[in-house]
């Protein structure tokens, strides 16, 4: 789907009558929990490729990247404070090789406004949509969810550029009708992926925001969906963290960190490989919140997730503990999943060691790990009053065959319904 050449945007200038105090920064979830972003791996590249070739997602050189947090010229992605008044200075070339431009102004709020009707989630064909791809794991907006929305919309957008001089908003169900229309998900550049994105999740409880992120060259729009107060204990950010390392089989999570509120939100840019993946590469990123006056909702955990608080034994509870490697002996971060024997599924996450622990009531479960990529047997286990179960999993590698599905088709669900539905 990386189809795209940021010949569309604009070279943006703010007039602004605020004071520009950075208000988010750049946070990191790793093995060590969650840390500024301060180093330029973080990053992807803004380079040049053509229609039909992959992205290069290389890391920039440490040189190119002020690693500082003042509001000044860096290109650490800080999200700034702005009013609705200020103004934006458009400088749209007329041509990706030509030197002719056409500049024009429009205040943020203006942008801000026209974006939020854009997200037009009281619109049947967008709630359709969002509603029929995340029945998939029905119940209560969770991160299983939202994950489904990312992925089912990565893989089946077409990439069309604006009309030269015109930054054009396509509304989010325009897009998916466009999208019907050629066979696939939806067709647009980055900010009408950011817009579906939006809409489809707050189609389903969530809450999102549109990153403008430019530079003196080029820009770029991106989504980003809320997962709740860092440290508060009723909103599991830490777990959602986990749970996404696993499900996306990744080392680094990244987000924005508002510090005055401890809220976080979780990358969802197309140019990134999964949720939660690099950031674009610009030197200022800012942030339009959505349908701003209703109060943000944190998404909730899959059903039959276990806690950390909970993985401690009782006087009465025998302890699982479960190692989980792939074939080389190396650590696993996966997803396990612990039925008992009324057919009871819980679900968990192992640690940066591949170690799963859990306090149970005596009796046989049934055991296994699951991730993407691997492969794991099921294994029963029983478990008695007062003693460690120790249990060791093996994930064998599993080859993925190429299906044959080009660029632009949509990516097709085991579900009818989804099938059915873009066809």
């Not at 492969?375 to 029963?380: A, D, H, V, W």
Request: charged share 25%; proline share 5%; hydrophobic share 30%.
């Amino acid at each position: 789907m990386y189809q795209h050449v940021i010949r569309w945007l604009f070279v943006i200038l703010i007039i602004s009558t605020g004071t520009g105090i950075c208000a988010d920064i750049p946070y990191v979830f790793g093995e060590e929990g969650g840390v500024p972003l301060d180093d330029s791996s973080f990053y992807v590249e803004d380079d040049t490729f053509e229609q039909g070739e992959e992205a290069d997602a290389s890391p920039l050189e440490p040189t190119d990247i002020p690693l500082s947090y003042d509001g000044s010229d860096t290109e650490i992605p800080l999200l700034a404070d702005y009013d609705d008044s200020d103004a934006i200075v458009f400088s749209t070339a007329s041509g990706s090789s030509s030197s002719k431009t056409v500049s024009k102004s429009r205040t943020v709020g203006a942008i801000k406004n026209e974006i939020n009707g854009k997200v037009d989630v009281d619109n049947e064909i967008t709630r359709n949509a969002a509603v029929v791809i995340a029945a998939k794991y029905p119940g209560e907006y969770n991160i299983d969810q939202i994950i489904s929305v990312h992925n089912y919309l990565k893989n089946g957008w077409t990439y069309v550029e604006d009309p030269r001089g015109i930054d054009y908003y396509s509304s989010a169900s325009n897009t998916l009708q466009l999208g019907k229309e050629l066979g696939c998900v939806g067709i647009g550049d980055c900010d009408d992926f950011a817009i579906l994105m939006s809409a489809l999740i707050e189609s389903i409880g969530g809450t999102t925001r549109i990153i403008l992120a430019y530079d003196n060259s080029s820009g770029h729009a991106y989504a980003e969906v809320y997962l709740g107060q860092k440290g508060n204990r009723n909103h599991h950010v830490q777990d959602i963290i986990n749970w996404l390392r696993s499900e996306c089989n990744t080392d680094k999570i990244y987000t924005h960190l508002d510090p005055a509120a401890n809220d976080i939100w979780l990358n969802l840019d197309w140019s990134a490989d999964h949720p939660g993946g690099p950031f674009w590469h610009a030197k200022k990123h800012k942030p339009l919140l959505i349908r701003e006056q209703y109060g943000k909702v944190p998404p909730k955990l899959p059903e039959g997730y276990v806690f950390e608080e909970e993985v401690q034994p009782t006087e009465h509870e025998g302890l699982l503990r479960c190692q989980v490697t792939d074939g080389h002996g190396s650590p696993l971060i996966t997803t396990i999943v612990l039925t008992d024997e009324d057919g009871k599924t819980r679900l968990g996450v192992t640690d940066r060691y591949g170690t799963y622990k859990l306090s149970l009531a005596p009796g046989r479960y049934e055991l296994t790990a699951d991730k993407t990529g691997y492969y794991f047997e099921k294994i029963t286990v029983n478990i008695r009053s007062g003693r460690e179960t120790p249990v060791p999993i093996h994930g064998e590698e599993e080859y993925i065959v190429d299906t044959g599905v080009t660029l632009g088709e949509p990516y097709v669900w085991s579900d009818d319904e989804l099938v059915n539905y873009y066809k």
